[in-house]
Every structure is written in structure tokens, then in C-alpha cells.
């Protein structure tokens, strides 16, 4: 395959509808932005403006949302889940999406394999309270349980002082950092999908 055959689909967990600010789409953005640098091209879904109704199924029947945005997911080689702390937690809009991606454990393809093997899944997260690594470590088992493969180093976030109010999209610019821990998250997570694309796991 080319350096520009990967493409990507930010989940975005803020609890603000568009057009609201979003510290979460924006580091979701950036790390599209970083991944862009190794051939990637993706999307963004704020899922807060979409109708996705709880449950474990790939489709809850009338008015649900979500079976449009899985077949983005599908058709992603990487998938990306931003999402703020709240409470210590991954926020519950977030939590709704990795129920839904709960689904796929009923999915399989001819032989055997989940639908979601061979894809690729990085995190980011922002907060003004601790519980990056906990959000993260959350997010990881979610996604691993559900079929996806997890990188190396594939987290990037940011999070303020402790009992201070300013977010991440506040900031006059990207600390280094979370700059760095973006672009080796980019590095890795292309790679990954890069090789699984043409040596996909074997069958069940």
C-alpha cells in the first residue's frame, strides 16, 4: 500500500454540541492533524450531536444514529476516541459510544473474525481535574475487548492544575509535551495500521 491509503475517524466524547468549543474535538483535530503527516486522511463526529441511542446492539431500531457512524468506524483503518474527564472518568457521552462498539462482538466476517480485527485504535484526553492515565487505561481495555489492536505509547492528553478552571482550548499554545506525546501517538498508531492493512490476523 501508499503512504496515503490509511484513513481515520475521530469519536469525539464532549458533552457540548456544536458549535460550542470543544477541548476534546480540538485535540481529536490535532491528532488527525499529526496523522496527516503519515499518509492519513480522516474525519470528525461529535457524537453529542447525534442520536445515538443506549444499548449493545449495532442498531436500537428507529431514530438511532449510531449505525451510520459505525460504518465510518468500519471503514477506518484507525480509530480515535477524544474525550474529556469528567469526575474522574471518560465522560458518559463516551461511555455510550464504547456500549454501542459492544456490538461487534456479534459481528464476523467469513472466517471468523470480528469485523473490527486488523483496525487500530489511539486515545485522547483532556481535563482540568487528574485521571488521564485512568480514562485512557478505560478507554484501552474497551476498544482491545472489542476487536481493536492498541499501539504503542497511543495516548496523547492534556490536563490543567489541580482546582483551576482554564481547558485546553484556552491555552495560548500546545505544550510540548502533549506536542510530542501527539506525534509519536501519530507515528505509532500509522505504522501499526499500516502493517496490519496487509497482514490481517488469522482466521478464528
Do not use: C
Not at 40 to 60: A, E, S
Amino acid at each position: 500500500m501508499t503512504n496515503s491509503d490509511l484513513t481515520a475517524v475521530v469519536l469525539v466524547g464532549t458533552l457540548s454540541p456544536s458549535p460550542a468549543p470543544s477541548s476534546s474535538e480540538l485535540i481529536g483535530r490535532q491528532v488527525l492533524d499529526a496523522l496527516a503527516e503519515h499518509g492519513v486522511v480522516g474525519t470528525v463526529v461529535r457524537l453529542v450531536d447525534h442520536d445515538v441511542k443506549p444499548g449493545v446492539q449495532v442498531d436500537m431500531g428507529a431514530g438511532d444514529e449510531w449505525p451510520a457512524i459505525r460504518q465510518q468506524v468500519l471503514a477506518a483503518d484507525i480509530l480515535v476516541i477524544a474525550t474529556p474527564i469528567w469526575m474522574g472518568q471518560p465522560s458518559s457521552v463516551t461511555k455510550r459510544a464504547l456500549e454501542r462498539l459492544d456490538g461487534e462482538l456479534s459481528e464476523k466476517d467469513d472466517e471468523g473474525r470480528l469485523l473490527t480485527y486488523g483496525k487500530v485504535a489511539a486515545v485522547a484526553v483532556v481535563g482540568n481535574e487528574d485521571g488521564a492515565h485512568h480514562v485512557s487505561a478505560e478507554v484501552f481495555q474497551a476498544l482491545n475487548d472489542v476487536g481493536f489492536t492498541i499501539p504503542a505509547a497511543a495516548v496523547t492528553y492534556w490536563v490543567g492544575a489541580a482546582m483551576q478552571g482554564t481547558d485546553y482550548n484556552e491555552l495560548d499554545e500546545v505544550p510540548e509535551m502533549t506536542a510530542t506525546t501527539t506525534r509519536t501517538l501519530a507515528a505509532n498508531t500509522a505504522h501499526l495500521a499500516r502493517l496490519l492493512h496487509g497482514a490481517q490476523y488469522p482466521p478464528a
